[in-house]
């Protein structure tokens, strides 16, 4: 005689079904928490900012500077932000960009921190009707974050500034020429971080150009209206 198996009985049934049911809601929950705990990441565009304009007391006699574009270092002048994340290593943030070029910002930035200086009378372009004292160029051979330690973290602006007389002077030999490095340390390691450090560095590198810039033009004042 062959043994029969009984058929499954009803209250057996739902207990399979109960225990999907509980396996499902629990990985729900996982999931969502993973998702509040990561949130997703959002594109972000920054800037690097001139400073509000202001009357300056100007000094006698102030001078007209002819500013030339920004020049900035090839690997650096792309709309992507980047950072050194080793000695010879560079990565480009795929969520953080300018707003535009960064040689057009440093630029229009220069140009308002030098309209504001008390030494400056005004600031024009390379060919205009206005004629000019003095020819002002400037080449970042950085603007970067610095990521490569992982408690020091900073944005680093490396702007040399080159200052000759006007085109058709008789002594074309350089007022100034020199280097303002800077190495701002952040809080974060985050896109806004490194921006903000960019602003403020600008903003120390213009006070300390400046300052340089009258006593070079208290020492040669002969280059001024030749």
């Known amino acids: 005689m062959s043994e029969q198996t009984a058929p499954p009985t009803m ?24 998702s509040f705990a990561k949130p997703a990441l959002v594109s972000q565009t920054f800037s690097i900012d ?21 020049d900035v270092a090839p690997q650096f002048d792309g709309k992507s932000l980047l950072y050194r994340t080793g000695d010879h290593e560079l990565e480009r943030d795929p969520y953080a960009s300018f707003a535009a070029p960064p040689a057009d910002m440093l630029t229009a930035a220069i140009r308002q921190y030098l ?53 058709g002077s008789a002594d074309p030999v350089p007022l100034l ?14 896109a806004a971080a490194v921006v903000v450090a960019w602003n403020q560095a600008l903003s ?19 280059a001024l209206h030749e």
């Open 11 to 34: 209250s057996e049934e739902p207990m399979v079904a109960v225990e999907d049911v509980t396996l499902a809601y629990r990985d729900h929950v996982v999931l969502e928490r993973l």
């Open 50 to 70: 001139p400073p509000p304009p202001r009357d300056a007391a100007r000094s006698r006699p102030a001078t007209v500077i002819s500013l030339r574009k920004v």
């Open 115 to 167: 309209r504001d200086a008390r030494c400056v009378r005004d600031v024009v372009e390379p060919g205009d009707e206005l004629p000019a004292d003095l020819l002002v160029e400037v080449h970042a051979s950085e603007l970067s974050g610095d990521f490569r330690r992982k408690d020091d973290a900073a944005g680093v602006l490396g702007p040399e500034f080159l200052v000759l007389p006007a085109p």
């Open 177 to 190: 020429r020199r280097e303002y490095f800077r190495r701002k340390r952040i809080p974060s390691r985050s």
């Open 204 to 222: 120390e590198v213009m006070q300390d150009f400046l300052a340089d810039l009258e006593v070079a033009l208290a020492r040669e004042p002969a």
